[in-house]
């Protein structure tokens, strides 16, 4: 018997992407799809939220909520969790074996990429089975219970800062693929209209430079509850996108933001439909 990582190797060989078989990435796919959906979602609850609307939890639970609450919301939901898991294991088999149109530091960078996007993609499927389990209820963790929990530690305050710190790595990261658009080298659009290309370009780089902000401040309230030994100071992305309206620039930091969120949700449509890593 074939040792297992040949038999990976052999399984994305067959399909047309990294993919572990035909089955994982058209499943992967539709989580992509889902993903950006849920993108939508909140950038059309930041809106709200920019027009002053009350009770408009701009976060993917607010998403995931909006959704549940739309004709089919559920099953859309469940089938989107289903490819959510099956998008998160395509990446971890990119980061273990994909990738080889590149090599040296291009390629690892591109590993360590895949290994973050199976880390976002499960985490939005944790929030959507948690809902599809409870219909709704509120069992979810909120960051400042876990920055609490975190501060209890010994040692807190400094675990804390550290998670601050590597958050705001991430999101210099994303800075980084947003301005030198290297998202575009995980996709296949060589059949593509030239229009088309630039469209797909435009879409990822304003996307990922909305999404750096925001979670940059969400780096900065952690950051600050490890400061101040005050988990209240903590906050996801709702807490984040709230602080940027109160800033100078007030509501239309926040349609700016809402605006690249959305951009973000349709260049995962054509990620979709494109992907090849």
Request: contains cysteine; hydrophobic residues 55%; charged residues 15%.
């Amino acid at each position: 018997m074939a040792p297992p990582l040949t038999r990976l190797r052999s399984l994305v060989r067959e399909g047309r992407s990294d993919a572990p078989g035909h089955l994982v990435d058209v499943l992967g796919r539709i989580g992509l799809v889902g993903y950006g959906v849920v993108h939508l979602f909140v950038a059309w609850l930041a809106l709200q939220v920019a027009f002053g609307v009350p009770n408009a939890p701009a976060d993917a639970e607010g998403a995931v909520g909006t959704i549940a609450r739309t004709p089919g919301g559920l099953v859309a939901l469940a089938v989107a969790d289903v490819g959510l898991v099956a998008f998160a294991l395509w990446q971890v088999t990119a980061a273990v074996i994909g990738f080889r149109w590149v090599d040296g530091g291009e390629r690892v960078r591109k590993r360590v990429g895949a290994v973050a996007k199976a880390i976002a993609m499960s985490a939005l499927a944790v929030v959507i089975t948690d809902y599809l389990l409870d219909l709704g209820s509120a069992s979810g963790t909120t960051a400042q219970a876990v920055a609490a929990g975190v501060l209890g530690l010994p040692a807190g305050r400094v675990l804390l800062g550290l998670g601050a710190a590597a958050i705001l790595v991430i999101a210099g990261a994303m800075v980084y693929t947003g301005l030198r658009r290297t998202f575009m080298g995980d996709l296949d659009v060589r059949r593509l209209g030239p229009i088309a290309r630039q469209t797909i370009e435009l879409l990822g780089a304003v996307g990922h430079l909305a999404r750096a902000l925001a979670l940059g401040v969400v780096g900065v309230l952690a950051g600050s509850a490890a400061l101040f030994a005050d988990p209240g100071r903590a906050g996801g992305l709702d807490a984040a996108l709230r602080t940027l309206s109160a800033t100078a620039l007030g509501s239309s930091l926040l349609v700016v933001v809402a605006v690249g969120f959305a951009a973000f949700g349709l260049f995962c449509l054509a990620d979709a439909g494109t992907r090849r890593a």
